[in-house]
């Protein structure tokens, strides 16, 4: 395979993949955004991670149970730790 094949492929491959996500964008005060992302990489986390974790943990204090949307599988198994 050569190396154009290969790069072709990488991106039918991500494009694959981000047709499973959609996107949420939030705004944050200066010099916040480095503090999220390191606080998450101190938990070996990515922000998207963190994030998804923040939004389980607090909506199971609230009795509810938010379910990950099927074929998001890397999502589900992080959120269930």
């Not at 991500?14 to 390191?38: A, F, S």
């Not at 998207?48 to 909506?59: E, F, S, T």
Request: charged share 30%.
């Amino acid at each position: 395979m050569t190396e154009n094949e290969k790069y072709l492929k990488q991106l039918a491959t991500n494009d694959k993949y981000l047709k499973q996500l959609d996107d949420i964008k939030i705004r944050v005060p200066k010099g916040y955004r480095e503090v999220i992302k390191k606080y998450a990489a101190s938990q070996n986390l990515s922000v998207n991670q963190l994030v998804i974790r923040a939004i389980q943990a607090d909506a199971q204090q609230h009795g509810i149970e938010l379910e990950v949307p099927s074929g998001m599988r890397e999502v589900k198994n992080e959120t269930s730790n």
